[in-house]
């Protein structure tokens, strides 16, 4: 059971990254740059609150799974599992969100182009979580 909500986590988070890459930070240009600020605030404030859970999901699942292994899980593809996750959060961290909060101030595309670079990272990671879910499920 717990190999399976593992990988309804990570799945979940991908989908959410993927969708944030392709749908929403594309648009970011698009707000007129006297509103972007609050524009940029708001949006910080909402995805918190769909990321958030996301993040502690897998991240539970992930300690879970090093802790509790479930028997003929491999461990290395539980640690994998584990690394990943903590990657993306460590990514996030230290990439995504200081580039969220340079965004504060104002519209700056070159600060876009970074997030966009670390937001690519993001979904990378995202995907290859998935993978290693599918492989412990096997």
């Known amino acids: 059971m717990l190999l399976l909500v593992h990988l309804i986590a990570v799945s979940a988070y991908a989908g959410f990254q993927w969708t944030v890459r392709g749908l929403v930070y594309p648009q970011f240009d698009q707000v007129p740059t006297a509103a972007f600020p609050a524009y940029e605030r708001a949006h910080q404030r909402r995805v918190a609150r769909v990321v958030g859970p996301l993040f502690a999901a897998q991240a539970v699942t992930s300690g879970w799974l090093l802790v509790d292994r ?62 290693l879910a599918v492989l412990l499920v096997d």
């Open 70 to 131: 479930p028997a003929g899980t491999p461990w290395g593809l539980a640690v994998a599992a584990a690394t990943v996750t903590a990657l993306v959060l460590l990514v996030t961290a230290l990439g995504a969100v200081p580039l969220h909060r340079c965004l504060d101030a104002g519209w700056d595309a070159a600060v876009h182009r970074r997030l966009l670079r670390v937001d690519a990272v993001r979904v990378g990671l995202a995907s290859a979580g998935v993978v």
